[in-house]
């Protein structure tokens, strides 16, 4: 839409406040933007990682494989996806192949690439100690990272003893990258927050951030703020040190909560938490609640409550660069699109534009309807035919992103897309809908081929044939 036809105090409003579209394609349970915002990956409960296209919403590419969760690398060219089958996948989405497949001994949570080195991961482990891992190698390379939360020393064989106890019960939750990445911040079943040194894997600072489990954090785009879940049912905020200083004073440092927001009528809890693209606004969807919050910063006051559909919402993501919230539902697994409806304003199409309630009657000027020579006429199209139009050059986004950055291959085959009611083609004009677990043989399909020879069983040229075969009896 030109820009010259928005309102501009529609421009202005920071946040959405109405339900405009939805995304479809299989069962999405959790989804991502990547940094410039032109793409959203979304994973499936199958094992499919569909990615669309935020301009058009149709389906861009698709990755088959598994999730549980997905995070994009800086550049868009790579995507991890972590899953509970105990692997991490990353993907090359140039061709959507696979780079790197690793597996470790037990579920995974949730894991997050470097911000500028993607062959670098952390991973979070259900009731395990989380990992660094380094991809450069064919061999995976995995570094224990601590859960117990750095103490002053207790004076005492038995002080250290009980702290000892109490330190080993300590698991990670949640793990992220600082802006840079030469720092981990994990989030531990006990309510602390632990920074952890990327380089020696060690913790340089602890400090507790509540009494309940860190659910979940977030950092903003520039790193400068972090927001935290936790099972309290308590939403903070807090404004992180410049971990980037090379003389930082680890002893004096200190990480304060600057905002609480809660519910504290209802007393609800929060499924997933996000930032705004300006760092400006959190949002959050409820636990067993069909409403999405919206809070300002600023004032820590509730701006906005979306509605929309009447089932509740699990992961919900803000656009890096637009007042655009996307959250999947957990019932049908679609994907909803809150924004601005912006009214067009027909007045900046001429200076003597004027929009009218209703129809008024027009009286015309004296010279307005005049009858100019051809010749003059004709001059003036000329002039006009002069004057160059660029129609090759694009403006610059918000985000003020390079113009030599990468852009994912868009897959062209309509036969790997998808529709709400999931019809397929079969032939010229003919049109049916498909079938439970079509198309999904790459799940099961070596399983079972191997289950087969395992038995022993021998198949002919007809063994793909489901026809019985029906013997008659000559009298």
């Known amino acids: 839409m030109n820009l010259n036809l928005i309102d501009p105090f529609v421009l202005a409003q920071d946040y959405p406040d109405s339900l405009t579209g939805k995304l479809r394609s299989g069962h999405a349970t959790c989804i991502r933007f990547n940094r410039k915002g032109d793409f959203l990956a979304c994973g499936r409960v199958d094992g ?25 690398s800086r550049d868009g060219m790579y995507l991890l996806s972590s899953s509970q089958d105990w692997k991490c996948i990353l993907w090359d989405l140039k061709d959507g192949s696979r780079i790197r497949t690793v597996r470790f001994e037990a579920p995974v949570y949730i894991a997050e690439l470097h911000p500028y080195n993607h062959l670098l991961f952390v991973a ?33 064989d038995d002080a250290n003893e009980k702290q000892a106890a109490q330190d080993a019960k300590h698991t990670t939750c949640i793990t992220i990258f600082t802006s840079l990445g030469n720092h981990i911040i994990a989030g531990t079943s006990k309510g602390w927050l632990n920074i952890i040194e990327t380089e020696s894997c060690r913790t340089i600072h602890s400090t507790r951030l509540c009494n309940g489990v860190v659910i ?8 400068r703020d972090m927001v935290s879940n936790s099972s309290d049912r308590v939403i903070r905020t807090i404004p992180m040190p ?3 200083q090379v003389d930082l004073d680890i ?3 200190k990480i304060e909560v600057e905002h609480k927001f809660q519910d504290v009528v209802n007393r609800l809890s929060w499924n997933h938490v996000a930032f705004s693209s300006t760092g400006e606004y959190v949002t959050a969807s409820t636990y067993m609640n069909h409403d999405i919050y919206v809070w300002e910063r600023s004032h820590g006051s ?8 009447k089932e509740e919402l699990g992961v919900v993501e803000w656009h890096p660069s637009r007042p655009l919230v996307a959250a999947c539902g957990l019932e049908t697994g679609r994907v909803y699109l809150w924004s601005i409806i912006t009214p067009q304003r027909w007045s900046a199409l001429a200076p003597d534009f004027l929009e009218v309630e209703e129809n008024v009657e027009y009286i015309e000027h004296e010279d307005e309807f005049d009858i100019h020579p051809i010749e003059e006429i004709h001059k003036r199209r000329l002039d006009l035919e002069d004057e160059p139009v660029d129609v090759l050059t ?3 986004t918000k985000g003020g992103f390079e113009e030599d950055t990468f852009r994912m291959p868009v897959l062209l085959d309509i036969d790997d897309s998808e529709s709400e009611e999931e019809i397929i083609a079969v032939g010229p004009g003919t049109m049916r809908r498909k079938s439970p677990g079509e198309g999904r043989e790459w799940m099961n399909g070596a399983e079972v081929a191997d289950s087969g020879e395992e038995r022993g069983t021998k198949r002919g040229p007809n063994a793909g044939s489901t026809k019985p075969t029906i ?3 000559r009298r």
């Open 48 to 72: 499919i990682i569909v990615i669309f296209d935020v301009e058009t919403n149709g389906v861009a590419h698709k990755l088959r494989g598994h999730t549980r969760q997905i995070h994009w």
């Open 124 to 156: 979070s482990l259900f009731e395990d100690q989380p990992m660094l891992v380094d991809i450069a190698s064919t061999t995976p390379v995995k570094h224990q990272l601590p859960s117990a939360p750095r103490r002053p020393q207790i004076e005492g």
């Open 216 to 223: 979940y954090l977030r950092l903003t785009a520039s790193g």
């Open 242 to 244: 410049d971990f980037s």
């Open 251 to 253: 002893n004096n440092l």
């Open 302 to 309: 509730l701006v906005k409550i979306l509605e929309g559909p």
């Open 394 to 396: 694009m403006e610059p």
């Open 471 to 473: 013997k008659t009896r």
